[in-house]
């Protein structure tokens, strides 16, 4: 029997994040049947470029109104750039939004003073679609992602960014150096499913045991014959893995 989830509530603070933000990486026309289906649910949704760059800010104002949105921009320019862009976004309704850590610290340093109880920014520390090869190819002398991922997230630590999204393999060692922090695990897939081109992952159950604050998940979701009862299989999962 699936468990019940709770309604769906805009609450704000950050330590009330729905444990999954579905990804809708889709163009507008999909997106109110998709958040139909999974009324109810204790779920959130993440708006990245696909939709953004289709529909813009005022469909996320719009959804950020209803539910707990995660705007997934990956901010990474000069500094002056990104200070004015996150400004933009802070006033959107968003809950969490994205930065490249790989930005560096005069990039990230301005954005803490952004951020409020119901607004909070996340470094991006290596996609998770990336693996060494991808990394050695960029000329990156840490070609080893874990070791990447360390030296992003001690950079964004020091510019006193406190959220990260990074794969659920590595968040086990960021949590453990800041437990208040939060972060969100994309490259998650449930047992079996298609990797698709998602390189690090895991289940729903390891990101969590892992340290993961909320997960993020779309093509699992978003693709399947049955959205509704997959989400609901991965909160269950969540909450008793
Ligand atoms: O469909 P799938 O579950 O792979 O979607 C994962 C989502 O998380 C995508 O929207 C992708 O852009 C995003 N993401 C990611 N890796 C990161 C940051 C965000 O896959 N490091």
């Given at each position: 029997?699936?468990?019940?989830q709770?309604?769906?509530?805009?609450?704000r603070s950050?330590?009330t994040l729905?444990?999954?933000f579905?990804?809708?990486?889709?163009g507008e026309p999909?997106?109110a049947?998709?958040?139909g289906?999974?009324?109810?649910l204790?779920?959130?949704y993440?708006?990245?470029?696909?939709?953004?760059y289709q529909s813009?800010?005022a469909?996320?104002?719009?959804?950020?109104?209803d539910h707990?949105?995660?705007l997934?921009?990956?901010?990474?320019?000069?500094p002056?750039?990104?200070?004015?862009?996150a400004?933009?976004i802070?006033?959107?309704g968003?809950r969490?939004?994205?930065?490249?850590?790989a930005?560096g610290?005069a990039?990230?340093?301005g954005?803490?003073?952004l951020?409020?109880?119901d607004f909070?920014f996340?470094?991006?520390?290596?996609l998770?679609?990336?693996?060494e090869?991808?990394?050695?190819g960029l000329g990156v002398?840490?070609?080893?992602?874990?070791?990447r991922v360390?030296r992003?997230?001690?950079?964004?630590?020091?510019?006193?960014i406190t959220?990260f999204?990074c794969s659920?393999l590595?968040?086990?060692s960021?949590h453990a150096?800041?437990?208040?922090?939060?972060?969100i695990?994309?490259?998650v897939?449930?047992?079996?499913?298609?990797?698709?081109?998602?390189n690090r992952?895991?289940t729903?159950?390891?990101a969590?045991r892992s340290?993961?604050?909320?997960?993020?998940?779309?093509?699992p979701?978003?693709r399947a014959?049955?959205?509704?009862?997959s989400t609901?299989t991965?909160l269950?999962?969540l909450?008793h893995?």
């Amino acid at each position: 029997m699936p468990t019940q989830q709770p309604q769906q509530q805009n609450d704000r603070s950050q330590s009330t994040l729905p444990p999954l933000f579905v990804a809708l990486d889709m163009g507008e026309p999909d997106v109110a049947p998709l958040m139909g289906d999974l009324a109810g649910l204790n779920v959130g949704y993440k708006v990245g470029m696909e939709l953004f760059y289709q529909s813009g800010a005022a469909l996320v104002r719009k959804l950020a109104k209803d539910h707990p949105i995660f705007l997934d921009l990956k901010l990474h320019d000069i500094p002056n750039t990104v200070q004015s862009a996150a400004a933009r976004i802070a006033d959107m309704g968003v809950r969490v939004t994205t930065v490249h850590a790989a930005g560096g610290e005069a990039m990230l340093a301005g954005l803490p003073a952004l951020e409020r109880d119901d607004f909070q920014f996340l470094a991006v520390t290596v996609l998770t679609s990336m693996n060494e090869h991808d990394l050695t190819g960029l000329g990156v002398l840490d070609a080893n992602p874990a070791q990447r991922v360390q030296r992003l997230f001690t950079l964004a630590r020091n510019s006193g960014i406190t959220g990260f999204i990074c794969s659920p393999l590595e968040v086990k060692s960021l949590h453990a150096a800041l437990p208040e922090g939060t972060f969100i695990t994309p490259g998650v897939r449930p047992a079996g499913a298609k990797a698709d081109d998602q390189n690090r992952v895991a289940t729903p159950a390891q990101a969590k045991r892992s340290g993961a604050t909320s997960l993020v998940i779309g093509r699992p979701i978003t693709r399947a014959s049955d959205p509704r009862a997959s989400t609901q299989t991965i909160l269950d999962e969540l909450a008793h893995g």
